[in-house]
């Protein structure tokens, strides 16, 4: 298996994070110890796509609602529910796989491990043409000259050991940015009418609609953008409250 280059157009479908394989033809997340798997929702298994994609970058909050809701309205407390949705299917791994950069959005903290398949461009042909044009090379006898005074039994050079250490310190760094991001970023206020949650403090004039909203149809929630209120169904769709 190999790194995969970060283009949108060669993506291959499978890949593995540590000890986690995920299928994109079923959408499954597979952990290779003991053979567990999980399903995951369409939403989330695009979201994980874009973390891998995007590694080892951040991926911010505006991104993923254009890019995986692009064309419709998506507050941050559907942003949320998919991530800790997406982290719930990745077993014991998926806060340290996924963290928090607080104000900004997620990272991935592996990287990702592609499977090689025929849809995958060949690395080592993309190279070869990547070659600078004011370079020539020469395959004349000065060439072969060259290559024969090359020692085959010269020893390759050794891969220096990465320390243990460094992993460590990227564990310890990881665990601190979750940590900063649930105590530094203050939570959104909420609150709950029958079974909707209500992700605002509605003012006279807002309470009326917001239960007439909840009485006339089932929403899973409702936010407030600007001056606007929005009710919001189980499949993440949200349609304008009109007073």
């Not at 060439?143 to 039994?153: C, E, G, M, Y």
Request: charged share 20%; hydrophobic share 35%; net charge negative.
């Amino acid at each position: 298996m190999t790194p995969m280059p970060h283009t949108e157009n060669s993506q291959p479908q499978d890949f593995s994070l540590q000890t986690l394989r995920f299928s994109g033809s079923d959408l499954t997340v597979i952990n290779t110890v003991n053979g567990a798997k999980n399903q995951l929702r369409v939403k989330e298994a695009e979201l994980l796509k874009l973390l891998c994609q995007n590694y080892p970058h951040v991926t911010l909050r505006q991104d993923l609602a254009q890019t995986i809701w692009a064309g419709t309205y998506v507050s941050d407390f559907t942003i949320n529910q998919t991530v800790n949705g997406l982290r719930s299917k990745l077993f014991d791994l998926g806060k340290s796989l996924i963290v928090t950069v607080p104000k900004r959005g997620y990272k991935l903290t592996t990287e990702p491990l592609y499977d090689k398949g025929e849809n995958q461009p060949d690395l080592a042909s993309e190279g070869e043409e990547d070659v600078k044009p004011g370079i020539h090379l020469q395959s004349g006898p000065e060439q072969a000259d060259i290559s024969a005074q090359q020692s085959p039994d010269a020893p390759s050079k050794p891969n220096p050991i990465r320390s243990p250490w460094l992993y460590i310190t990227a564990f310890v760094v990881s665990a601190l940015l979750v940590f900063l991001g649930h105590w530094l970023i203050p939570p959104t206020p909420t609150s709950h009418i029958g079974q909707t949650t209500v992700l605002f403090v509605p003012d006279e004039q807002e309470l009326p609609l917001v239960e007439q909203a909840i009485e006339s149809e089932e929403y899973i929630y409702i936010d407030k953008v600007k001056e606007t209120l929005y009710g919001c169904h189980e499949d993440k769709t949200c349609t304008k409250i009109a007073p």
